[in-house]
């Protein structure tokens, strides 16, 4: 930890991160703050270390970058793939952009609120998986499209989404 390592603490945000997470966003901290643009980056990094980016590590991340809160959660709310809370076991990204949506996406979107009990950004009740809208993963000529635990899937139907639900339950 360098000597301009900010202690996450949360006045307005909750408690201060626990000893072992505010050492994890020092740490990401410390790799970013000299680099110029290191918002995106150290939100990204942020979520992979804690898969959503904790409302108490948002002061933090703005004081190490010498911003506003506001401005912090302006870009976290403004960028769909950044978490407020914790995914499900498994992530469903179903894309919503134009092509997707010519073929059906929205459909299948429907379908799988039904099928979860939960709408488009929220988890399952049984918090196996999270469905989250994508804007275009670059397979629109096989479209549509999900993104399932990382693994892209092309020309996807109810029938084959209800499959993948089922293999993912199955797995968690
Ligand atoms: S629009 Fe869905 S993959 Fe491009």
Not at 134 to 159: I, K, M, Q, T, W
């Amino acid at each position: 930890m360098n000597k301009d390592t900010v202690v996450p603490r949360g006045p307005r945000h909750g408690q201060p991160l626990p000893p072992d997470e505010a050492a994890r966003l020092n740490a990401i901290l410390d790799r970013w703050r000299t680099t110029p643009g290191a918002l995106l980056p150290i939100l990204h990094d942020v979520q992979a270390e804690f898969g959503h980016i904790p409302a108490n590590a948002v002061g933090p991340i703005a004081h190490a970058l010498h911003q506003s809160r506001a401005e912090i959660h302006g870009v976290i709310s403004f960028y769909h793939d950044f978490r407020r809370t914790p995914a499900g076991r498994h992530v469903l990204k179903i894309c919503q952009a134009e092509s997707c949506q010519a073929v059906g996406s929205r459909a299948l979107t429907a379908h799988v609120e039904r099928q979860l009990g939960c709408r488009l950004g929220a988890t399952s009740a049984d918090g196996a998986v999270t469905i989250e809208p994508v804007y275009c993963l670059g397979n629109c000529a096989c479209s549509p499209a999900v993104l399932f635990d990382g693994e892209l899937h092309g020309r996807v139907d109810a029938e084959q989404i209800d499959r993948l639900l089922q293999q993912a339950r199955a797995r968690s």
